[in-house]
């Protein structure tokens, strides 16, 4: 839209024109393969990056002394991990 100035003049002057656009794109995305595929591995990255920064700031931590936000960062992760792993169990879908 940032290219089009049609488009662009549809966004400023009605404000259901951006929502539905959206939700146009959303349901492209939702019924091409590739889109489920990006979405898949999009989350799945970013997840993994996610726990690069989250050991990267506990080691910081260690490393400035800061031994204590380091363990409370690491109880963090452990009680997400243990609330999702009760969730698993008790939906019966828990797999080794």
């Known amino acids: 839209m940032t290219f ?3 488009l662009q003049e549809l966004d400023k002057g009605l ?3 951006r929502p539905m656009m959206n939700r146009v ?3 492209l995305l939702a019924d091409v ?3 489920a595929k990006f979405r898949l591995y999009t989350g799945a ?3 993994i990056m996610d726990l690069a920064t989250d050991i990267a700031t506990i080691i910081r931590f ?3 002394g ?4 380091a363990w409370a960062n690491i109880v963090f992760i452990g009680v997400s991990l243990f609330f999702q792993g009760q969730h698993c169990i008790y939906r ?3 797999v080794f």
């Open 92 to 94: 019966r879908e828990f």
């Open 33 to 35: 393969a590739w889109g």
């Open 25 to 27: 794109a959303m349901r």
């Open 15 to 17: 404000i259901w024109f």
């Open 4 to 6: 089009n100035n049609a």
């Open 66 to 69: 800061r031994s204590g936000f």
């Open 45 to 47: 990255a970013l997840s």
């Open 62 to 64: 260690f490393g400035e």
